[in-house]
Nanobody, 123 residues
Framework: QVRLVESGGGSVQAGGSLRLSCLASGSISSIHCMGWFRQAPGREREGVAHITGDGRATVADYLKDRFTISRDNAKNTLYLQMNGLQPEDTAIYYC?????????????????WGQGTQVTVSS
């Protein structure tokens, strides 16, 4: 059982930055993919970024110039650095995890979730 707890959300003005953290506990290890998803009001949850246990990162194409994902396996912590935030980034951000079966992360295989942290960007 994996437990994920997000923190770092808040309210910022457009152009600002936030750093989200996700502390993992339980049966988490470097074999787990970890990732960030977000869900805006009235929209489906969408993938933001994921990272393998050995640090291979993928960020959604339309976010890669502003968002960076990283992890510290020694601290069981996942991060999302968000720069140049825009009102359209307003959403609840969720941390997720899944066991790597072949060394890669897959958006559809995430099956452990945190409770989410709210990010609000005002214009």
């Amino acid at each position: 059982q994996v437990r994920l707890v997000e923190s770092g959300g808040g309210s910022v003005q457009a152009g600002g930055s936030l750093r989200l953290s996700c502390l993992a506990s339980g049966s988490i290890s470097s074999i787990h993919c970890m990732g960030w998803f977000r869900q805006a009001p009235g929209r489906e949850r969408e993938g933001v970024a994921h990272i393998t246990g050995d640090g291979r990162a993928t960020v959604a194409d339309y976010l890669k110039d502003r968002f960076t994902i990283s992890r510290d396996n020694a601290k069981n912590t996942l991060y999302l650095q968000m720069n140049g935030l825009q009102p359209e980034d307003t959403a609840i951000y969720y941390c997720g995890a899944h066991v790597q079966s072949d060394g890669y992360c897959y958006w559809a295989q995430f099956n452990s979730w945190g409770q989410g942290t709210q990010v609000t960007v005002s214009s």
